[in-house]
T-cell receptor, first 114, second 114 residues
């Protein structure tokens, strides 16, 4: 039973395309996140949702739009993909918004833009 | 804003040797501290966390870390490593005032050789 699952695991696409990455958690958590890991393995938060409400929106291009249909799902849609978007995208969830709660991560989606 | 510095990008050790992975943080407010491990092509898994109380924290797989407030450090240690400990290790902090947003260090690649 995968706690935080992302699909697809690998995504290769051409510049200019629009793509989506899906994330689902079955832990009953209230808060979900998207993190980006670049080629140097540096991890940075992109978005955070709490009960379907956006609470963190880092300086991310408008081409990135998260959508949370319910608190168990947080999808990431990317428009007009660019070469620099190539990275591993991790979805995560935590029981609540408090800073003393750990985050549970998915396996990651490796996005390659060619 | 807070920041995290992992002082070693790569740490090679021999099997059964002790290891210390160093982490320093900077923050003007109280923080919570975490160590995550990332095995190849996997997501991040929590090793241990410091929220309050005893400064020596024990985690999974025989790892432990010590919070040192005066030195703003949270170094990770293991007395005897195994080949299976080969992975990327990330130190992370969250602030009381930032919700559950994690700020990560740049990671330390631990390679255990036979």
């Amino acid at each position: 039973d995968t706690a935080v699952s992302q699909t697809p695991k690998y995504l290769v696409t051409q510049m200019g395309n629009d793509k989506s990455i899906k994330c689902e958690q079955n832990l009953g958590h209230d808060t979900m996140y998207w993190y980006k890991q670049d080629s140097k393995k540096f991890l940075k938060i992109m978005f955070s949702y709490n009960n379907k409400e956006l609470i963190i929106n880092e300086t991310v291009p408008n081409r990135f739009s998260p959508k949370s249909p319910d608190k168990a799902h947080l999808n990431l849609h990317i428009n007009s993909l660019e070469l620099g978007d190539s990275a591993v995208y991790f979805c995560a969830s935590s029981p609540r918004t408090g800073s003393n709660t750990e985050a549970f991560f998915g396996q990651g989606t490796r996005l390659t833009v060619v | 804003a807070q920041s995290v510095t992992q002082l070693d990008s790569q740490v090679p050790v021999f099997e059964e040797a002790p290891v210390e992975l160093r982490c320093n943080y900077s923050s003007s407010v109280s923080v919570y501290l975490f160590w995550y491990v990332q095995y190849p092509n996997q997501g991040l898994q929590l090793l241990l966390k410091y929220l309050s109380g005893s400064t020596l924290v024990k985690g999974i797989n025989g790892f432990e870390a010590e919070f040192n407030k005066s030195q703003t450090s949270f170094h990770l240690r293991k007395p005897s490593v195994h080949i299976s400990d080969t992975a990327e290790y990330f130190c992370a902090v969250s602030r009381e005032t930032s919700g559950s947003r994690l700020t990560f260090g740049e990671g330390t690649q631990l390679t255990v050789n036979p």
